[in-house]
């Protein structure tokens, strides 16, 4: 069955950076867009982040443009998240999603991990 | 950007009462390219409808989705204690967006 594990979360200080990780199985990862989505204690779902099945196109938010970094690892069944100087408003719980259907990009999700919360605390 | 506004924020029922969740688009929605998840605590939400009527592999038929342009609906046709939940809708006809969520909660 498909599963999705985030990892990487934590307490980090302002100003510092983090590599979130999302291992996936029970499907080919190859041939699905993965993206990330996250959400702030008692708010709702932001959409951040998409990387093709590929790895070679990404998109952003614009609320994280020039700060986050989505990347994958097809080899490594795993697709990560780089965010830079950190800020009070990204302490969140950050979830991995997958896209429906292969080589296609329609941005809704039918699988979605258990997330990793970040706490950005000094 | 997109702004979904879901109505009410929360919504108390009994099991086996019908729920009307709504969620309203600021501009029209391109090929109702719309969502709607359910999330529990400590979970990850769950895909239940997508084009604005089309349920997901595994999802019962008690769900149904309505809707076009700038108005969508989620109906529970009858609440199962398991329905009781966080219901969220989110467009992908552009830079996706969600709404804020309505809580469904026990009577």
């Known amino acids: 069955q498909v599963q999705l594990v985030e990892s990487g979360g934590g307490v980090v200080q302002p100003g510092r950076s983090l590599r979130l990780s999302c291992a996936a199985s029970?499907?080919?990862?190859?041939?699905?867009?993965m993206h990330w989505v996250r959400q702030a204690p008692g708010k709702g779902l932001e959409w951040l982040a998409v990387?093709?099945?590929?790895?070679?196109?990404?998109y952003y938010a614009d609320s994280v443009k020039g700060r986050f970094t989505i990347s994958r690892d097809n080899s490594k069944n795993t697709m990560y998240l780089q965010i830079n100087s950190l800020r009070d408003e990204d302490s969140a719980t950050y979830y991995c999603?997958?896209?429906?259907?292969?080589?296609?990009?329609?941005?809704?999700?039918?699988?979605w991990g258990q997330g990793t919360l970040v706490t950005v605390s000094s | 950007e997109i702004v979904l506004t879901q109505s009410p924020g929360t919504l108390s029922l009994s099991p086996g009462e019908r729920a009307t969740l709504s969620c309203r688009a600021s501009?029209?929605?391109?090929?109702?390219?719309l969502a709607w998840y359910q999330q529990k605590p400590g979970q990850g939400p769950r895909l239940l409808i997508y084009?604005?009527?089309s349920r997901a592999t595994g999802v019962p038929d008690r769900f149904s989705g309505s809707g076009s342009g700038t108005d969508f609906t989620l109906t529970i046709s009858s609440l199962e204690p398991e329905d009781f939940a966080v219901y969220s809708c989110?467009?992908?006809?552009?830079?996706?967006?969600f709404g804020q969520g309505t809580k469904v909660e026990i009577k």
């Open positions: 999603a997958k896209e429906p259907y292969t080589y296609t990009s329609d941005w809704y999700w039918d699988y």
């Open positions: 029970g499907f080919i990862f190859s041939n699905y867009g």
């Open positions: 990387v093709s099945y590929g790895g070679k196109t990404q």
């Open positions: 501009q029209s929605v391109r090929d109702n390219y």
């Open positions: 084009a604005a009527s």
């Open positions: 989110q467009q992908y006809g552009a830079s996706p967006t």
